[in-house]
């Protein structure tokens, strides 16, 4: 049974940094893509980075140059680390597994992001 499970995410000011990471389980990890999605109240869950199994990375208009993803294949662990967060940035922080049919995706039970302005 694959499970991801996010930490890192909390309280912190505008212009702080956070990273977050999320460690796969029971699945094999190199082999898959992944990617980080949020969703803010009141507003559609929404696609904020994702990296390949390769390791090529693609980001949201909104956090390019800001946020970066990355991977540890030995840690079965994707990482996310957000600079210059703003108040905008606040929401759950969701990792995904990406799978042939989205109705199949895998996702973590997310971790809250709170940017104080």
């Known amino acids: 049974q694959v499970q991801l499970a996010e930490s890192g995410g909390g309280l912190v000011q505008s212009g702080g940094s956070l990273r977050l990471s999320c460690v796969a389980s029971?699945?094999?990890?190199?082999?898959?893509?992944m990617a980080w999605y949020r969703q803010a109240p009141g507003k559609e869950r929404e696609l904020v980075a994702s990296?390949?199994?390769?390791?090529?990375?693609k980001y949201a208009d909104s956090v390019k140059g800001r946020f970066t993803v990355s991977r540890d294949n030995g840690k079965n662990t994707v990482y996310l680390q957000m600079n210059s967060l703003k108040p905008e940035d606040t929401a759950v922080y969701y990792c995904?597994?990406?799978?042939?049919?989205?109705?199949?995706?895998?996702w973590g039970k997310g971790t809250l992001v709170t940017v104080s302005s």
């Open positions: 995904n597994m990406p799978r042939s049919s989205r109705s199949m995706d895998y």
């Open positions: 029971g699945v094999i990890f190199r082999f898959n893509d």
């Open positions: 990296i390949s199994s390769a390791r090529s990375s």
